[in-house]
T-cell receptor
Framework: DVKVTQSSRYLVKRTGEKVFLECVQDMDHENMFWYRQDPGLGLRLIYFSYDVKMKEKGDIPEGYSVSREKKERFSLILESASTNQTSMYLC????????????FGPGTRLLVL | AQKVTQAQTEISVVEKEDVTLDCVYETRDTTYYLFWYKQPPSGELVFLIRRNSFDEQNEISGRYSWNFQKSTSSFNFTITASQVVDSAVYFCALSEDFGNEKLTFGTGTRLTIIP
C-alpha cells in the first residue's frame, strides 16, 4: 500500500519563526512535490524534486526553500514564517514518468500567528 | 502555459441524483495527461483516474464515469446515483511537457450530497 506521511497534521507558529515541514514516502519514488492549498485557488506547486539533492522551483517558491538529502524524505522550510503562509501544505510523490500518478500525504494545516 | 478551469465552485444535489463536474483545460502540447482527484473531509487527495490525450474513449468505473472531448478541451466527471460518501472536493489536473511530471490543478469543486 502506497504511503506518504507528513510530520504534523496541525501546526501553529509565530511570525518570524523558522518552520520545517517533513514528508516521507516509502514507495521508492524519484519525484517529490510540495503544494499549498488555499480556498478558491486550488493546489499550487511550491517546489519539486526529481532526485536526491535536486530541486526545482514551482509556481510560488517565494518565502520557501526545500531540502532533499535522502530519496524518501523531502522537507519544506519556511525561513521566516509570515501570516500569509497560513495554509494547508500537501506533499506528493511519484515515479519518474510523466504519466504516473502522484500520491499525496494527509496534509499539514499551518497557522502562523 | 497550461491552465485548468473548474467553473463550478460548489454543487449540492440530493442523494441518488446524478451530478456532473466540469473540467476545461488549456495546453499547447499534443501529448498530455488529465487526472481527477477526490479530497474528502480528511484532507488527503485520492487519485480517481488518469487519461492520456490519445485516448478519447469514455471510461466508466462503477458509479463514476468520465467524458473526455478534445474538441472542446473538456474532461468531465459524472457520478451516477450519488451517495453521501461522495461529498468531497474534486480536483481536475493536467500534466504536460515531455519529461516533466508537474501537475497543474483546477481550483476544485466542492460537492455536497444531501441525504
Amino acid at each position: 500500500d502506497v504511503k506518504v506521511t507528513q510530520s504534523s497534521r496541525y501546526l501553529v507558529k509565530r511570525t518570524g519563526e523558522k518552520v520545517f515541514l517533513e514528508c516521507v514516502q516509502d514507495m521508492d519514488h524519484e519525484n517529490m512535490f510540495w503544494y499549498r492549498q488555499d480556498p478558491g485557488l486550488g493546489l499550487r506547486l511550491i517546489y519539486f524534486s526529481y532526485d536526491v539533492k535536486m530541486k526545482e522551483k514551482g509556481d510560488i517558491p517565494e518565502g520557501y526553500s526545500v531540502s532533499r538529502e535522502k530519496k524518501e524524505r523531502f522537507s519544506l522550510i519556511l525561513e521566516s514564517a509570515s501570516t500569509n503562509q497560513t495554509s494547508m501544505y500537501l506533499c506528493a510523490s511519484s515515479h519518474r514518468d510523466r504519466q504516473e500518478t502522484q500520491y499525496f500525504g494527509p496534509g499539514t494545516r499551518l497557522l502562523v500567528l | 502555459a497550461q491552465k485548468v478551469t473548474q467553473a463550478q465552485t460548489e454543487i449540492s444535489v440530493v442523494e441518488k441524483e446524478d451530478v456532473t463536474l466540469d473540467c476545461v483545460y488549456e495546453t499547447r502540447d499534443t501529448t498530455y495527461y488529465l487526472f481527477w482527484y477526490k479530497q474528502p473531509p480528511s484532507g488527503e487527495l485520492v487519485f480517481l483516474i488518469r487519461r492520456n490525450s490519445f485516448d478519447e474513449q469514455n471510461e466508466i468505473s462503477g458509479r463514476y464515469s468520465w467524458n473526455f472531448q478534445k474538441s472542446t478541451s473538456s474532461f468531465n466527471f459524472t457520478i451516477t446515483a450519488s451517495q453521501v460518501v461522495d461529498s468531497a472536493v474534486y480536483f481536475c489536473a493536467l500534466s504536460e511537457d515531455f519529461g516533466n511530471e508537474k501537475l497543474t490543478f483546477g481550483t476544485g469543486t466542492r460537492l455536497t450530497i444531501i441525504p
